[in-house]
């Protein structure tokens, strides 16, 4: 889908290996713009891309699977908000997130570590970025640079002005396993992009994988082009109205799948004039690919909103069951800050009675006497984090450790090449498990 071009390096350095001072030809890549790009589906892949879009739309119809799943899926793209190449690796759990949440929007005072305060925070700033670039009238290139800024904090964004490569040796591309465009070809391909990224020439599936092929194959920026380009297919997603925010692991699919990920994206940069057959293998070949990581993050979404919807379920039976035992109160109005905080529990697994009320909307008497009915139901646990010998104040911490747990398991097994830790072991840094039975 594109051509290479013959470019020549010059060393550097003038001492060092003769790897480091190496000067020769390499080839940088140029691809297609996408507003030339002309394609046909084969038969069996639209039935598939058509048949996984209205999968997603049942999936997300039910309201309160789709709560449910947008309240919990920030805590499983942690990965996405470490905005530091000194913490990549580092996996603080979601309890210790949730915690450095409640430390940085309402005052709270837990004791957390440094990387789980960074982890929360750029969750926020990427969140309130991604939202801003997904909700935007026209999206331009300055906007996906503000995004750039948001993963990376760093005031040193915009197109590159340098070659860049992927494998290989650091020193030069001579020896590397891809070459993006030349740095004076960007303009034009990300004015390209912008403009593809803004329009509905395909269905929303088939724009979110050209938009992040292209993406990546551009490489426009000197770091986090990975994370932007994840970032960018669920600001399609949500732009052409499939989803309503991230709801669906895509991009942990695609870090999990990373060897096939990058054969994928390699096939997809194959040499050949525009709409040539070469082309249009190459389309097909990269689309195949990105429907099935699409119709496996379904799959794992749908098996998440029942796990959660069974979690819920309990929680239900569990207050049944307390108030049945309560000599005044039998039955719970719909309207109560018991009720109001239980819904929304998927969201907030960790809660003080300061964020319960500004979250929920309620008097801090009220959350207060929320809070220790379902911990007296043995839906909420007091933490230690701001517990005084076991009593509950308006300072302590109450966790949902179902659900906490609940989380551990599926990012663990989201790591998992099977989607099964039992079979195989998580392929990336995630939190230890809270506990062993039926992890997979």
């Not at 997603?56 to 919990?72: E, H, N, P, Y």
């Not at 909420?380 to 747990?405: I, P, Q």
């Amino acid at each position: 889908m594109g051509i290479k071009i013959e470019r020549e390096w010059t060393s550097r350095f003038e001492s060092g290996s003769r790897r480091q001072r190496a000067s020769g030809t390499y080839w940088a890549y140029q691809p297609c713009t996408l507003s030339d790009c002309a394609f046909a589906l084969p038969k069996e892949l639209s039935l598939r891309i058509a048949n996984c879009e209205t999968q997603i739309r049942d999936l997300l119809s039910d309201q309160k699977v789709l709560a449910d799943l947008s309240g919990v899926n920030r805590f499983l793209l942690r990965s996405e908000a470490i905005a530091s190449s000194q913490i990549e690796g580092v996996a603080p759990a979601a309890r210790r997130v949730a915690l450095a949440e409640l430390n940085q929007l309402f005052g709270a005072k837990a004791k957390v570590s440094e990387e789980a305060e960074l982890v929360a925070r750029n969750l926020t700033t990427v969140k309130n970025a991604t939202i801003e670039l997904a909700s935007a009238p026209e999206i331009t290139w300055e906007a996906i640079e503000s995004l750039e800024k948001a993963l990376l904090d760093d005031e040193n964004i915009g197109l590159r002005q340098v070659q860049n490569w992927v494998g290989g040796s650091s020193y030069n591309p001579l020896e590397a396993e891809y070459v993006p465009p030349i740095p004076e070809s960007l303009p034009e391909l990300c004015g390209d992009l912008v403009d593809y990224l803004n329009g509905a020439s395909h269905s929303a599936l088939v724009q979110a994988a050209l938009v992040h092929a292209q993406f990546e194959t551009i490489h426009p920026f000197v770091d986090g082009n990975g994370r932007i380009g994840r970032a960018l297919i669920q600001t399609v997603l949500v732009r052409r109205g499939l989803t309503p925010s991230a709801v669906l692991p895509i991009s942990q699919i695609l870090s999990t799948w990373r060897e096939r990920y990058s054969q994928a994206l390699n096939d997809f940069r194959v040499e050949g004039e525009c709409n040539s057959t070469e082309q249009q293998t190459a389309i097909v070949s990269w689309l195949i690919f990105f429907i099935s990581v699409c119709e496996k993050a379904v799959e794992l979404a749908q098996e998440l909103g029942e796990q959660l919807l069974e979690l819920r379920q309990g929680w239900e039976a569990q207050l049944e069951q307390y108030l049945a035992k309560q000599p005044r109160q039998k039955t719970l109005r719909h309207d109560s800050a018991t009720a109001i905080i239980l819904r929304g529990m998927s969201a907030t697994p960790v809660m003080t009675v300061r964020s319960a009320a500004q979250i929920y909307g309620l008097s801090e008497s009220s959350a207060k006497r929320a809070l220790d009915m379902l911990c007296d139901a043995g839906i909420l646990a007091v933490s230690g984090e701001g517990s005084t010998k076991g009593r509950k104040g308006s300072t302590d911490f109450f966790r949902n450790d179902d659900l906490l747990n609940l989380l551990t398991l599926n990012e663990r097994r989201y790591a998992s090449t099977q989607f099964n830790t039992q079979i195989s072991k998580p392929n990336r840094s995630t939190p230890a498990p809270l506990s062993r039975p039926s992890e997979a």
